[in-house]
């Protein structure tokens, strides 16, 4: 995972690698309330839920990309940031998967 944060110009002044982090269940569960996966069909209405939740997303992105300073997160794009999300999402519940079932 990796993103670039740009300058005004547009032009790419940094980036920075992301890492697997071992995902929390709060994690998990912040950015599916932040998203609110189920219910989003298009991805105007995935950006309204960034966009609603920018700072506590932000706060989770972090530990992901521990070099990205605050103000880096605004100036990143949108359609560099919705894919590692997605990533993030998916990661997390591959880890849940890999929870071994216990029959009673």
């Not at 919705?82 to 993030?88: A, K, N, T, V």
């Not at 849940?96 to 071994?100: D, E, G, K, S």
């Given at each position: 995972m990796k993103l670039n944060v740009y300058?005004?110009?547009g032009e790419i002044i940094k980036t920075v690698e992301g890492r697997n982090?071992?995902?929390k269940f709060g994690?998990?569960?912040s950015i599916m309330k932040?998203?609110?996966v189920d219910n989003i069909d298009d991805t105007?209405?995935?950006l309204?839920?960034?966009y609603s939740a920018w700072e506590k997303l932000t706060e989770i992105l972090s530990e992901c990309f521990p070099e990205m300073e605050e103000d880096d997160w605004e100036n990143i794009r949108i359609k560099e940031l919705?894919?590692?999300?997605?990533?993030?999402i998916k990661d997390s519940f591959a880890e849940?998967?890999?929870?071994?079932k216990e029959k009673n």
């Open positions: 300058n005004k110009d982090i071992d995902i994690h998990i569960r932040l998203l609110n105007y209405d995935l309204n839920s960034v919705i894919p590692e999300l997605i990533q993030i849940i998967l890999t929870i071994p």
